[in-house]
């Protein structure tokens, strides 16, 4: 983002803070005796507000913390300096009639297991991917994003490993940290409960919308591969975890041969424990997707549609971007399904489709493509290092019987 504007529109102290406006109270003088020195005011004023469950020390000093990764994701059209009340920034020269894209989203309870595995700042990451994948559904490049941080008690390390973590995702998606909230909610929040929420903001010329509108009978449906669980599903994760007894820190190659014999972990896990794969970080899509369009178009047509996979899984999402009279016609064979949804299969008893459902089962997004531009989306998905299968294709719903969305063998 903006470096400076970014880190002057951080709320760094809670929700319902007095510093930086607002009445303060005088906590500490006496009546009759007249104003006490104003440094003295403040100290008592402070002093009150910790009592209260309140650090804005701590908020102060989070923000210090967190500085050098915020102004790292600065964008030149960023405006402004130190000490605004709200981030600014241009449109991107070069535009038309641009449209601005908003999306806002959480990481859901994927946050009770970072806290319970003490792995905060892949949270971060897995903000920014959320949102800014669904505003390059629409062809949006990702402009800048305001994320809020929400703690039941604040310890500066943890804020700054969060939003240092949103920074991080920010550079990957090509936004800028704009602002931010850091909010500390005692007595409504447990002292380590943690909850996020952002917003970012995308550009992109009005009439080079992407909506689905032209998705036709005969496109490629171009899969791009998942990291991981992502950020959907966790209610169900954590509890078939705990119901299996295992451990966050046990080797997850053993945790594969005691439950899911015959399920081979992919080579990136090699080593890991049990956390680090069920928290790794949501994979951001926006400036693989972005290249991949302008390949397309190199090659003489257009991306028609683009599916963000979360919530409800492929079954969820894909039919957002079929038109009426139109279906996906899926083929599950035609990628794998990775090693820790198998896993959560066999604990919770399971099948493919129903994973494919909850979980993102193996693809994080799905891109409609003319077949003449399937070579260049596949071409642009390796250079960005990224495994893309041919995942199916749209069809006209009465060759399946109605239904928008058919998982087929081939």
């Not at 970072?114 to 994948?133: E, H, S, T, W, Y």
């Not at 820790?340 to 604990?347: A, I, K, P, R, S």
């Not at 193996?362 to 990224?386: E, F, K, R």
Request: charged share 20%.
């Amino acid at each position: 983002m903006s470096g400076p504007v970014a880190e002057a529109t951080r709320g760094h102290a809670p929700r319902d803070r007095t510093a930086g406006g607002g009445t303060r109270v005088d906590a500490g003088t006496p009546a009759g005796a007249g104003p006490a020195p104003s440094g003295a005011r403040e100290h008592a004023a402070r002093d009150a507000y910790r009592a209260a469950g309140v650090d804005v020390d701590a908020g102060e000093r989070a923000v210090a913390l967190m500085r050098e990764a915020v102004a790292s994701t600065r964008r030149p059209e960023v405006v402004g300096g130190l000490g605004g009340f709200a981030g600014a920034i241009e449109i991107p020269a070069g535009y038309r009639r641009p449209l601005l894209v908003a999306s806002t989203d959480g990481v859901g309870t994927k946050t009770a297991l970072a806290r319970a595995a003490d792995r905060l700042g892949g949270l971060g990451i897995d903000l920014v991917a959320m949102c800014a994948d669904d505003v390059v559904c629409t062809g949006a490049e990702p402009l800048f994003l305001l994320d809020y941080v929400a703690v039941g008690r604040l310890v500066p390390e943890e804020v700054a490993a969060v939003v240092s973590g949103v920074a991080s995702g920010c550079r990957t998606a090509g936004c800028a940290l704009l602002g931010g909230e850091t909010a500390e909610h005692p007595g409504t929040m447990a002292p380590a409960d943690l909850d996020l929420a952002a917003t970012c903001v995308g550009v992109v010329e009005r009439d080079e919308v992407i909506d689905g509108s032209a998705v036709g009978a005969g496109d490629v449906l171009v899969g791009l591969a998942s990291s991981g669980l992502h950020s959907n599903g966790f209610s169900l994760v954590r509890r078939l975890v705990a119901e299996a007894g295992l451990h966050l820190d046990a080797p997850y190659a053993g945790i594969l041969a005691a439950h899911a014999a015959g399920v081979a972990s992919e080579p990136d896990h090699a080593g890991a424990c049990l956390g680090d794969v069920l928290l790794t970080p949501t994979r951001i899509y926006a400036r693989a997707v972005l290249a991949m369009r302008a390949s397309v178009r190199a090659a003489g047509t257009d991306i028609h549609g683009i599916a963000h996979v979360t919530g409800g899984g492929l079954p969820g999402a894909v039919p957002r971007i079929v038109p009426d009279g139109l279906a996906a016609r899926i083929h599950p064979a035609a990628w794998p399904m990775p090693s820790v949804m198998q896993l959560l299969g066999t604990l919770g008893g399971l099948g493919d489709a129903e994973l494919r459902a909850t979980f993102n089962g193996g693809l994080g997004m799905v891109v409609a493509v003319p077949v003449g531009g399937v070579d260049a989306a596949l071409a642009a998905a390796a250079d960005a290092g990224i495994a893309a299968y041919i995942a199916g294709e749209i069809v006209p719903a009465a060759d399946l019987g109605g239904a928008r969305y058919v998982e087929v063998e081939r």
